[in-house]
């Protein structure tokens, strides 16, 4: 059996044949003893770092399947959902993305619209005539617009088609209406 005994008797003899080498070989056996050891250290570091990515890539190889062997027990359920449900498979789903995603790129592409204001003419006529008035209450036909020129700016107009006048009042009581 192996003793503590046998390892002091061990070192013991190791030390003696050690202290009786010349000088040269004992540095040389120091050496030696401590590259060993040095090595030794490292093929321990080596070691331990390939059992671990060992263990790691067990775990994610370990991980990948369980995770492929899920989808896969997804996918046949959902096949077979899809089968006895008589449903229409949705592959839309997929679609619609990419449709919005072409859609916003042609938006994207086309230029910005510069929304330019619309250059309105100087109306004579102020918006305070309204389209209601434009007709004459006594023939029916439409005011001219010198007729509402004169209207907002004097007050007073003549109809060219009767030649009712219409005043001010007439608009201000159309208004009201
Ligand atoms: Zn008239």
Same mark, same amino acid.
């Given at each position: 059996?192996?003793?503590?005994?046998? #390892?002091?008797? /061990? /070192?013991?003899? #190791?030390?003696? /044949?050690?202290?009786?080498?010349?000088?040269?070989?004992?540095?040389?056996?120091? #050496?030696?003893?401590?590259?060993?050891?040095?090595?030794?250290?490292? &093929?321990?570091?080596?070691?331990?770092?390939?059992?671990?990515?060992?263990?790691?890539?067990?775990?994610?190889?370990?991980?990948?399947?369980?995770?492929?062997?899920?989808?896969?027990?997804?996918?046949?359920?959902?096949? &077979?959902?899809?089968?006895?449900?008589?449903?229409?498979?949705?592959?839309?789903?997929?679609?619609?993305?990419?449709?919005?995603?072409?859609?916003?790129? @042609?938006?994207?592409? @086309?230029?910005?619209?510069?929304?330019?204001?619309?250059?309105?003419? #100087?109306?004579?006529?102020? @918006?305070?005539?309204?389209?209601?008035?434009?007709?004459?209450?006594?023939?029916?036909?439409?005011?001219?617009?010198?007729?509402?020129?004169? &209207?907002?700016?004097?007050?007073?107009?003549?109809?060219?088609?009767?030649?009712?006048?219409?005043?001010?009042?007439?608009?201000?009581?159309?208004?009201?209406?």
């Amino acid at each position: 059996m192996f003793e503590f005994s046998d #390892i002091a008797i /061990w /070192w013991q003899e #190791i030390v003696t /044949w050690f202290l009786a080498q010349p000088l040269f070989a004992q540095v040389l056996v120091i #050496i030696g003893v401590v590259a060993v050891l040095v090595l030794a250290v490292i &093929l321990v570091y080596y070691v331990l770092k390939g059992v671990a990515y060992l263990i790691y890539y067990l775990f994610k190889g370990i991980y990948y399947l369980l995770k492929g062997i899920g989808l896969l027990f997804y996918k046949i359920f959902e096949g &077979l959902y899809y089968a006895i449900s008589g449903k229409p498979k949705p592959q839309k789903c997929c679609e619609t993305p990419n449709e919005q995603q072409t859609q916003q790129q @042609q938006s994207t592409q @086309q230029p910005p619209q510069v929304e330019e204001e619309p250059i309105v003419p #100087i109306q004579k006529t102020p @918006q305070v005539v309204h389209p209601e008035i434009t007709f004459c209450s006594e023939c029916g036909n439409k005011f001219t617009d010198t007729m509402l020129e004169s &209207l907002s700016t004097s007050g007073v107009a003549y109809c060219i088609h009767c030649g009712s006048k219409k005043t001010q009042d007439y608009q201000m009581s159309i208004e009201s209406q």
